[in-house]
Nanobody, 122 residues
C-alpha cells in the first residue's frame, strides 16, 4: 500500500531548528518529485519546498529560502526538510507530497502524507 509518513515535528523556541522526515513506501519514490507543504489554521495549504526525483533540482518558497533545506535519500526512500531559524510564523502542519512528472510540471499520480505538527513559540 502507498504510504508517506512524516515525522520530526514538535515544539521549538523561536530561532531553533527541526528536521522533518518523510518515509515513502508502496511505490517507486525515486521516480517521483517530492514536496513539503504546510497549512496553518485558517490558511490555505502552501508549498514550502520541492525537490526533483533525482535530487538535482530544488525550489523554495521565498519565506523558506536561506533557512530551509530540502533533500532526499532515494536509497532510504526518504525526503527531509531541515528547518533553521524558525519563527512563530512557521507554525503549521507540514505535509509531504509526491507526484509523477517534473518538479515544475507535475502530472500523473500524486500522494500525500498525514502531516506533522510544527509549533514555534515566541
Amino acid at each position: 500500500q502507498v504510504q508517506l509518513v512524516e515525522s520530526g515535528g514538535g515544539l521549538v523556541q523561536s530561532g531553533g531548528s527541526l528536521r522533518l522526515s518523510c518515509a515513502a513506501s508502496g511505490f517507486t519514490a525515486s521516480s517521483y518529485a517530492m514536496n513539503w507543504y504546510r497549512q496553518a489554521p485558517g490558511k490555505e495549504r502552501e508549498l514550502v519546498a520541492g525537490i526533483s526525483s533525482d535530487g538535482f533540482s530544488t525550489n523554495y518558497a521565498y519565506s523558506a529560502k536561506g533557512r530551509f533545506t530540502i533533500s532526499r535519500d532515494n536509497a532510504k526512500k526518504t525526503v527531509y526538510l531541515q528547518m533553521n531559524s524558525l519563527k512563530p510564523e512557521s507554525t503549521a502542519v507540514y505535509y509531504c507530497n509526491a507526484h509523477e512528472g517534473l518538479l515544475c510540471n507535475p502530472g500523473g499520480r500524486e500522494y500525500w502524507g498525514q502531516g506533522t505538527q510544527v509549533t514555534v513559540s515566541s
